[in-house]
Structure formats: C-alpha cells, structure tokens
C-alpha cells in the first residue's frame, strides 16, 4: 500500500478574502509536497476547483506542480482531479499540459480526471446541467490516448471536433503516457473505472468499510479489462482521508479534540452535489463544532474516518484499509486542527516510521504498470503526403540522415 498527501488550496474564513494569507497558504501547501519528497511519500496530488471559496483555492494546479516537481526528486505529482468538460475547455489543451508535465516531471505526473465538483463550480464556465458532463468526461477521457499517440489526430463528436488533422504535442515522454485516473463517488463510476482500465480516485465520506463493496466492483471489473482506454492498465484504488500521527500519543489525540475539527467536511457537503452523501452530513455553514469527547473520537477512528494516535496505533488502524482493497492512502493537508508546524512534523514521523511497515518498494507502482504500455493507434491514420525537405538548420537535435546531437 502507497501513501501520498492531497492538497487543495483549503483556506478557511476571513483568510479566504485576504491576498497575504492565500498567498501563503499556497507557500505552505508547496512546502508540504517538498517535504513529502524527502519523507518517503510517493504522491502529491493537487485539487483543480473553481470559485469554491474557502473549500480550495487551487484553481490553477500546473504551475504550482511544475514548481513542485523542479524542487523535487522522487514524489510523482497527480492533477486531483482535472474536470474534462469540452464547454470548461477544449480537450486538446487537456492532452498538451499533460503531456507538458510527463516531461517537466521526468514520467513522474499522474493524469487525475473527473467530471466536476458541482453545480457551483461548473456554473463558472456557463454550464448548468450537471448531469451533462458525465457523458462529456466519458467522451473525452478515452479521446485523450489517441491525441498523444497518433501524429494527425481528427475527430468528430458528440461534444468537440479537431475537424482536419492535427499533430498535438508535445507527446508524452519515454514509453508509454502518464496513468488515468478518474474520481469516484457513485457506484456506477468505480465499476466503469476497473472497465475501462483505469485508476479510481475515491473519498472518505462514510465509514471505511462501507467502501468494501464498491472496491471490489472495480476490482472485478479490472480483472476482466482486455482492452483499457489507454496503453496500459492502471489497476489502482486511491482512497482520502485525515492522519494525525505523531510521536506523542496525547497530542495527537488533543490536536484531533480541537474545536470546529470537520469544518472542511461541511465545505465539502457544501459544493460537492454529483457525489452520494449522508442525509446527517453536516451541510456549511452548519459546521460541525468538532470531534466532541474521547470516546466519540475512539468511535471515529474504529469506523476509519480519520487515522488518530502514535505511528504504531496508525500502522495498526491502517490495517483496515489493505482488508477492504485499497492501494493507495492520501491525507488531506492541512486536516482541520493541525498546525503548521505540527503538519510537517506529522509528515517527516508517519514517512519514516510507518509508511516503512506497509511500502517497501522503491519503486510506484504506476511505474511498473507504465512499463507494461503498449502502443494502440497506427502513427498516422491518413495517408502520408511525400515532401522533399532541402536540408534542417545544423543544431537540429536530429539531422535527414539520422545523426543525432544528444
């Protein structure tokens, strides 16, 4: 089981109307992925959400993970998630940045994909219909794959066109393109996932066993992928949640104690309407006023919706997430109640005490699957015109006759 941290732009209260405060939770949040690298974390993924106040602020993810990746080493970086519809963008700005950050990040980026967070944020962009990006994102997720493989990509669809051939690039880097993921909330998602071959994103809003089910529709579903949408199959199960781990017992357990700890979770009930929540989910602004008293605290880790206590309680709750099928754990930074201070404390302690019990691999396993790619288009689909070319400029990387400046 891998491990990696979330990161959203969260940034609550009157912080969320002053420059000087998102301005420096945005340092913050870039010093948390930095610190993840050193602390043998193995992924960062980054929101991509628009005009949800307070919930997140990372509306523009790619600069921040180039910035991230050029200050790392080891940590692969993951969109989380890029909303696909053709009316928020056209796709093929969606195939060039993420090929863009294949090579910027040396094969270390993960292509998070999804249809949206909500009404809110999808009205940003004139659409009004939730309901109608689904079939969008279902269109131009497996779309994607042929524009970074063939070199005169043409389409027409349902919800965009390239009417004449066109080569995008850049194409992604090495062998292989980056691994898709899609966030799953629905039922229905996590089995169209394992079809399709691909990655599925999925949230804690329900006790962990709940998601039992749901797992093993996907796994069943891509144990029985023959022909995944990209050039491998990405046969992963990501799951969010909040850690507390720190050294000290009694800390941990007073820093989950904090008042208005859950106020995120009422954000979150508040802008996320195309997923399936809990008629007693708490919807902003009636926040929860905090996790209450020692016991319900105990009540909320046995159940798994938070990780609470010394790396050796930690290493032992997370137990319950290997039962239930999941490959990978990602804690939201910072969960509500955790300083500054105590969030890269609580990194450097979980990377170096437990993440060791669970993951011994050096290497992702994203990379390994990555290895496995296999080209599915022809290079051109239409006839190849034949140009005499005079001659290249001579610091061509690459000359007519094959000779290479490298």
Same mark, same amino acid.
């Given at each position: ?152 990509y043409r389409y027409e669809g349902e919800s965009f066109t390239v009417p004449t ?10 062998k292989g393109h980056p691994p898709i993921w899609v966030a799953c909330g629905n ?110 605290? @105990? ?12 790396? %050796? !309680? *930690?290493? +032992?709750? &997370? $137990? ?6 999941? @490959? ?12 500054? %201070? !105590? *969030?890269? +404390?609580? &990194? $450097? ?58």
């Amino acid at each position: 089981m891998e491990f990696g941290v979330f990161l959203n732009g969260y940034l609550p209260g009157p912080a969320s109307r002053d420059t000087d405060a998102e301005h420096l939770m945005l340092e913050r949040e870039i010093e948390y992925a930095v610190k993840a690298d050193l602390s043998n974390w193995k992924y960062a993924w980054f929101g991509e959400h628009h005009s949800l106040t307070e919930y997140s602020h990372m509306s523009a993810p790619e600069p921040v993970m180039g910035y991230v990746a050029a200050r790392t080493s080891r940590i692969h970086i993951g969109t989380g998630i890029n909303s696909l519809s053709p009316r928020k963008e056209h796709p093929v700005r969606y195939a060039e940045r993420a090929a863009m950050m294949d090579h910027l990040t040396n094969n270390r980026f993960e292509w998070g994909t999804g249809r949206g967070a909500g009404s809110h944020e999808m009205a940003s962009f004139n659409i009004l219909d939730k309901d109608s990006t689904k079939p969008e994102w279902n269109e131009v997720v497996r779309e994607i794959p042929r524009m970074w493989e063939q070199r005169d990509y043409r389409y027409e669809g349902e919800s965009f066109t390239v009417p004449t051939p066109h080569n995008i690039v850049p194409k992604p880097y090495g062998k292989g393109h980056p691994p898709i993921w899609v966030a799953c909330g629905n039922p229905g998602t996590f089995t169209q996932a394992g079809q399709m071959g691909i990655g599925a994103i999925a949230f804690n809003f329900e006790p962990v066993f709940g998601l039992k089910g749901r797992i093993d529709s996907y796994k069943e579903g891509i144990a029985n992928c023959t022909d995944p949408i990209g050039q491998f199959l990405n046969d992963n199960v990501m799951l969010t949640n909040a850690v507390i781990c720190l050294a000290d017992r009694d800390r941990a357990r007073q820093a989950a104690l904090r008042h208005c700890r859950g106020y995120l979770y009422s954000l979150v009930c508040l802008y996320h309407d195309t997923m399936p929540k809990p008629d007693y989910a708490p919807v902003w602004p009636a926040s929860i006023p905090g996790v209450g008293d020692e016991e319900n605290l @105990d009540r909320l880790i046995e159940d798994g919706w938070l990780l609470c206590g010394t790396p %050796e !309680e *930690v290493a +032992e709750q &997370l $137990e319950r997430y290997q039962q239930v099928g999941c @490959d990978q754990v990602v804690f939201g930074l910072p969960s509500d109640s955790l300083e500054h %201070e !105590e *969030v890269l +404390e609580m &990194l $450097e302690i979980f990377g170096s005490k437990v993440i060791p019990e669970f993951d011994a691999d050096p290497v992702h396993r994203t990379t390994r699957m990555r290895a496995e790619a296999k080209p599915k288009y022809p290079t051109f689909g239409f006839p190849v015109p034949d140009l005499a070319v005079p001659g290249l400029p001579t610091n061509a990387l690459i000359q007519m006759d094959g000779t290479r400046k490298m």
